[in-house]
């Protein structure tokens, strides 16, 4: 019959990528990354070779650093090194849903900007943003790389990994 709700689910499976430098990957990027997962399969985690900011770590450290985080999330989720447009790459993997995730309205302006360049360099590849929980919602890769400098608690700001890998940069604090 049609349009009987069954109570069963049937999910179309599509997938996207959540893209970015991830230097460090903090709470909320895992935060983004867990819940993109319940919704996107597969879902690839694109670490991006070079950018225009400066990283403290290399594409396969943060690969790494991404791969270790995320054990125990459930979902089809793979990590990937990327070089170049992120549509290329899109098209290049046959995914077509980019995940941005917003801490705050201040992100919007800068992310919407983005989108809208995709959308014009790549018709076919459509935006979606998450916002992260409120509990990360402060959490900057910025901020943590400041406050690791400083030798401050990462234990709230990113995942236990990565936080040793900070402190193995920066030092911990004298007891």
């Known amino acids: 019959m049609a349009g009987k709700n069954t109570g069963t689910t049937s999910a179309v499976s599509v997938g996207a990528v959540y ?8 709470n909320g ?3 983004v990354i867990e819940r993109a997962a319940r919704i996107f399969s597969p879902l690839v985690v ?5 950018s225009t900011k400066g990283v403290l770590f290399k594409s396969a450290e943060r690969k790494e650093l991404i791969e270790g985080a995320i054990q125990g999330i459930p979902g089809d989720i793979r990590v990937e090194i990327f070089e170049g447009l992120l549509v ?7 995914l077509r849903t980019v995940i ?7 992100d919007y302006e800068y992310e ?6 995709n959308r014009d360099l790549a018709e076919d590849i459509e935006t979606v943003f998450l916002m992260t929980s409120r ?7 910025s901020v943590v790389r400041d406050i690791a400098k400083w030798k401050g608690d990462l234990s709230k ?3 236990p990994n990565v936080a040793e890998k900070l402190r193995g940069v920066f030092g911990s604090r004298p007891a």
């Open 112 to 117: 919407a900007q983005m989108a809208m360049i």
């Open 88 to 94: 290329d790459y899109c098209h290049k993997v046959g």
């Open 135 to 141: 509990r990360s919602s402060f959490i900057s890769s």
């Open 19 to 26: 893209a970015g430098t991830f230097d460090a990957l903090t």
């Open 100 to 106: 941005r995730g917003l801490r705050a309205v201040s």
């Open 157 to 159: 700001l990113v995942p």
């Open 29 to 31: 990027h895992r935060d």
């Open 46 to 50: 694109a670490v991006a070779e070079s």
